[in-house]
């Protein structure tokens, strides 16, 4: 199933997609919803993030080849990191380049977004409590990541997070390609077998410390060929079974 927010007028509304619709669904996703048989074709819909997260957690590190890009080593646990709610932004809406920074770069990831509430879930039994997948661009002040010596700052801008650009339940997160394309061309590529905290792992690991929300995202971090954004870019993030996630900046 694919679950989307998204606006028509003035309403904000949840729906599903199959073929080329949006049909609504009320109340949302998180519990049992039901269609209330109002369709629109998905091109007639503005799609808005997928959801509205209480906190993003995003994993540093979590894919090898990154590590060494960057000369870290592996992680022995998952390295976690807060992103603000206030980042979110939507498919087609704009990264906007903060004046503090001279090197903002895109971070091609695929997110989990949690379906219901989640406490010290063991690793066996997280399942249940994930609705699906979408895609984060975990953009990131990589000058400001370097002189702060901690993250909250360069990875906290507003537009910082874009999210979509719909969710996707019921398929498997363990092995999908995941890419990164500027202006069309292909800038990061691997496959989410590649990581080294799986998702179940992330999420027995991350509600061990803080509880998790439905709507909140787990972001499971970024391959390496991660580069800089330039005002005018398009920069698009796609993983296969999902779709894909464009966002120009300004
Ligand atoms: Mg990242």
């Not at 509304?13 to 619709?21: F, K, L, P, Q, Y």
């Not at 972001?219 to 920069?235: A, C, E, I, Q, Y």
Request: hydrophobic fraction near 40%; charged fraction near 25%; charge should be positive.
């Amino acid at each position: 199933m694919i679950f989307c927010r998204f606006q028509t007028g003035r309403a904000v509304r949840w729906g599903r997609v199959s073929r080329g619709t949006v049909e609504e669904l009320l109340p949302d996703p998180f519990g049992d919803s039901s269609p209330t048989g109002l369709v629109w074709p998905l091109k007639d819909v503005q799609l808005l993030a997928p959801c509205e997260p209480t906190k993003i957690i995003a994993i540093g590190l979590n894919y090898a080849d990154h590590a060494r890009e960057f000369g870290h080593k592996i992680p022995k646990e998952p390295l976690i990191f807060l992103k603000p709610a206030s980042a979110v932004i939507g498919p087609d809406e704009p990264i906007r380049l903060p004046a503090a920074s001279r090197q903002v770069e895109y971070e091609a990831e695929l997110a989990v977004v949690i379906g219901r509430r989640a406490r010290n879930v063991p690793l066996e039994g997280t399942k249940k409590y994930i609705l699906g997948y979408t895609l984060m661009n975990d953009v990131t002040a990589r000058d400001l990541q370097r002189s702060d010596g901690q993250w909250t700052r360069a990875k906290g801008f507003d537009t910082f997070a874009p999210l979509g650009p719909w969710i996707v339940s019921g398929i498997s997160p363990e092995d999908l390609k995941i890419e990164a394309y500027v202006n069309g061309e292909r800038r990061q590529s691997s496959r989410t077998s590649q990581l080294i905290f799986g998702v179940s792992r992330l999420v027995s690991h991350i509600s061990q410390v803080m509880t998790l929300e439905p709507g909140d995202i787990i972001s499971t971090g970024t391959p390496s060929g991660v580069g800089p954004l330039k005002r005018g870019d398009r920069v698009e993030i796609r993983v296969e079974k999902i779709g894909s996630l464009l966002n120009r900046v300004v």
